[in-house]
């Protein structure tokens, strides 16, 4: 199986069964992220390690200290087993490194990845690690909302591809009529549909992965909250070929994490409260 989809690019799963591996962890405490985002601490990369080197294949969010969340499309290691050969995942979670594309190994020091939750229809994956990350004022979880998402909701992203100058984008929910008309055929659970917006350039990183960010009341200051994880687009191949262009007629089905907080709190091996604001977005 490869990235690269053709025609209306058809769904590049085959079925909608979670793949559960090992769920043993160590319960440890959380922390949150602080409301001002201009430092993206909670951001980790999703690496590929081999033979030749560490090759970046997506961003991965931090929710706890042994549990980050990328989309499914991500996780899935048959394409970079073929594109760079045998190896594993690892996650680089501090420094400009987790950004970088390609990297030798003796340049940083990754974190093992113990198993990988894929639930092929919310097109979401559980990262556990097998150590903890040390948590500090540069690697800090983002409390998950449990809230449903209301249509008036403000929602960013970032583009985590180039995430210096301005990474900051805003999502632009899609006209449901043709999100539905769009819908891959795996999808079965409830998605955020959205679609570009002026400037935005939406094969930044066509395989999703990056987190959504919403904001939650907490008394008069407003939390910074993940909302959900980016998914593939869908589109034409010739304008998903053309990054240039800010393409109209391609949407995102990004997966809703509020469903799943239980779940993943079980991974974790921590309280659901720990991971989440019950407040409602602002």
């Known amino acids: 199986m490869t990235r690269r989809l053709t025609g209306l690019f058809v769904a590049f799963l085959l079925a909608c069964v979670p793949n559960v591996l090992a769920q043993n962890v160590t319960t440890q405490q959380q922390q949150t992220v602080s409301p001002n985002l201009a430092s993206t601490k909670f951001l980790a990369g999703l690496f590929w390690s081999s033979s030749t080197g560490l090759h970046r294949r997506c961003a991965a969010t931090i929710v706890a200290n042994n549990v980050l969340l990328t989309s499914a499309s991500c996780a899935l290691d048959k394409y970079p087993n073929l594109a760079f050969g045998p190896g594993q995942w690892v996650v680089i979670s501090s420094g400009d490194s987790r950004f970088t594309q390609n990297l030798t190994a003796s340049a940083v020091q990754p974190s093992a990845v113990k198993s990988i939750d894929i639930d092929q229809c919310a097109n979401l994956a559980t990262i556990t690690l097998t150590t903890p990350l040390?948590?500090?004022?540069?690697?800090?979880?983002?409390?998950?909302?449990?809230?449903?998402?209301?249509?008036?909701?403000?929602?960013?992203?970032?583009?985590?591809?180039?995430?210096?100058?301005?990474?900051?984008?805003?999502?632009?929910?899609?006209?449901?009529?043709?999100?539905?008309?769009?819908?891959?055929?795996?999808?079965?659970?409830?998605?955020?549909?959205?679609?570009?917006?002026?400037?935005?350039?939406?094969?930044?990183?066509?395989?999703?992965?990056?987190?959504?960010?919403?904001?939650?009341?907490?008394?008069?200051?407003?939390?910074?909250?993940?909302?959900?994880?980016?998914?593939?687009?869908?589109?034409?191949?010739?304008?998903?070929?053309?990054?240039?262009?800010?393409?109209?007629?391609?949407?995102?089905?990004?997966?809703?994490?509020?469903?799943?907080?239980?779940?993943?709190?079980?991974?974790?091996?921590?309280?659901?409260?720990t991971l989440t604001s019950a407040n409602p977005l602002g």
């Open 134 to 273: 040390t948590l500090s004022d540069a690697i800090k979880p983002i409390l998950m909302n449990g809230a449903q998402v209301p249509q008036t909701a403000m929602l960013n992203t970032y583009n985590t591809s180039n995430p210096y100058g301005s990474p900051f984008l805003a999502l632009t929910l899609g006209n449901q009529q043709q999100c539905e008309t769009m819908k891959p055929q795996y999808v079965q659970d409830k998605f955020i549909c959205t679609q570009p917006v002026q400037g935005q350039f939406i094969t930044s990183d066509y395989l999703g992965g990056d987190p959504i960010i919403g904001f939650s009341v907490q008394g008069a200051t407003p939390v910074a909250v993940l909302v959900g994880i980016t998914g593939q687009f869908y589109s034409t191949w010739v304008n998903a070929q053309n990054g240039g262009i800010n393409d109209p007629t391609a949407y995102r089905f990004s997966a809703l994490v509020g469903s799943r907080v239980v779940q993943i709190a079980s991974i974790a091996g921590v309280d659901p409260q």
